[in-house]
């Protein structure tokens, strides 16, 4: 069997031991691999995908999302403004949605080529300065701003921990306080903490090496 495929089916059954409910997707994160690489997973009839920057997305996924509509491309990386549009174009989830200037961009881009965007806010979980995110303390503002004053379809939050011991305690208190938005979608948890992030109501696990191998 291909190695992807195999490794594809083992982090399944991992998380299929804790949690088996259907709405647990897996986002097989292809960033820097050829479509070729990704194609045994395709060809299973895997549909979620992501990819961290516009241009890359645009260029190996243009073609065979046309052929193929199940596929769903999620944008996981740092969106600059000005690729806004495009980004719009070629995804169909947005996790790093950051500040209010790209919400305006996304919100007028999407309702001027009549796409539904699905939306997670990206949350500045550990306040790292390097870090992109809303501040924890600020995201309630901002989740009304999107949804209110520029309807937009926010679906969940998602966060990159910081790399320290304290993954539970980030995803805890991301956890809670999806919850009490009331939203019901929840982005975090990578090859080396997804079973982690299951147990705090993960729904979108976005996983990338552990599939595909390591990046170079
Ligand atoms: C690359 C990336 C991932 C996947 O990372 P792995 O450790 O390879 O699973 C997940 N989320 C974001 C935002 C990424 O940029």
Known sequence: MNIIIERFNKIKSNISKINNSSDMKIIAISKTFPLEHIMPLIELGHNHFGENKVQEAETKWNKIKKEKNS???????????????????????????????LADILSKSQDEINKSINYFIQVNIGNE???????????????????????????????????????EKYFKSLSDL???????????????????????????????????????
């Open 178 to 216: 999806n919850s009490s938005l009331g939203l019901n979608e929840l982005s975090m948890g990578m090859s080396s903490d997804y079973m982690k992030a299951i147990n705090y109501k993960a729904t979108y696990l976005r996983i990338g090496s552990a599939i595909f191998g390591e990046r170079s």
């Open 71 to 101: 596929l769903r491309l999620h944008m996981v990386g740092k969106l600059q403004s000005n690729k806004a549009k495009k980004a719009v174009e070629i995804f169909d989830y947005i996790h790093s949605l950051d500040s209010q200037k």
């Open 129 to 167: 300065s390097q870090k992109a995110g809303i501040q924890y303390n600020e995201v309630d503002q901002f989740y009304t701003y999107c949804t209110k004053e520029k309807k937009m379809n926010i679906i969940g939050l998602m966060a990159i921990p910081p790399n320290d011991e304290n993954t």
